[in-house]
């Protein structure tokens, strides 16, 4: 399967500055990956498509401007949290579709990133 | 919605089969059934997923019935380091993983 990596795994930031996540996929190159958040003792709920060369797609009740994303390259995606605050305090996961993804493939998830805001 | 239905938590002893259940009585023909699992403070690891047949890996088994309304996820020997949440999916090609509660298996000694 495919090898996926986050940076850092873990960060403690004051409230109202920025915080950059990074999601590199090892092995092959993705045009898309996707960011899931997930709050304690709750499951994962996806943020947003990245999607190399073009704008991000977001999902209902995502705040665009709040949440950046960058898909750099092939292998890079960046998650932005603009003007944190106590209430983004959450685990960050990013994946990675393992091949062609409408074909019915499977997607591989980072070790994910806590953000705690204080 | 997350089309799937699990028990909220199983017990297993430490060496036994673990079989864990999943209702999906709304799946359509061209939906994968998906199951993954995630061990506490990590991202979710891929076991396996399946259309039709039953399937076999590594990690574990995919029992899925032959209406495909329901499917069983077997880890043939739990080990305490199988103690995790577990979520079976339910997608078709092209759409996103949409996670519901899992269930929460507990292996003991």
């Known amino acids: 399967g495919a090898v996926v990596s986050q940076h850092p795994s873990w960060v403690i930031c004051k409230s109202g500055t920025s915080v950059k996540i990074e999601c590199r996929s090892l092995?092959?190159?993705?045009?898309?990956m996707f960011w899931y958040r997930q709050f304690p003792k709750q499951s994962l709920m996806l943020m947003a498509t990245?999607?190399?060369?073009?704008?991000?797609?977001?999902e209902q009740g995502v705040e665009k401007d709040k949440f950046l994303i960058n898909h750099a390259s092939l292998t890079l995606s960046t998650l932005t949290v603009t003007s944190a605050h106590p209430e983004d305090s959450s685990f960050y996961i990013c994946?990675?579709?393992?091949?062609?993804?409408?074909?019915?493939?499977?997607?591989?998830f980072g070790p994910g990133t806590r953000l705690t805001v204080l | 919605d997350a089309k799937t239905t699990q028990p909220p938590s199983m017990d297993c002893a430490e060496g036994r089969a673990a079989n864990l259940p999943c209702n999906h009585s709304?799946?359509?023909?061209?939906?994968?059934v998906y199951w993954y699992r995630q061990i506490h403070s990590q991202g979710p690891q891929y076991i396996i997923h399946?259309?039709?047949n039953n399937e076999t890996n590594e990690m574990a088994s995919l029992i899925i019935t032959e209406d495909r309304k329901s499917s069983t996820l077997i880890l043939p020997h739990a080990t305490l380091r199988d103690t995790a949440v577990y979520y079976c999916?339910?997608?078709?090609?092209?759409?996103?993983?949409?996670f519901g509660g899992g269930t929460r298996l507990m292996v003991k000694p």
């Open positions: 092995d092959f190159q993705a045009t898309t």
């Open positions: 990245s999607n190399e060369g073009s704008k991000a797609t977001y």
């Open positions: 999916i339910v997608r078709n090609a092209g759409n996103m993983l949409t």
């Open positions: 994946s990675v579709p393992g091949g062609v993804w409408a074909s019915g493939d499977t997607q591989y």
């Open positions: 399946g259309l039709k």
């Open positions: 709304t799946i359509s023909g061209n939906e994968y």
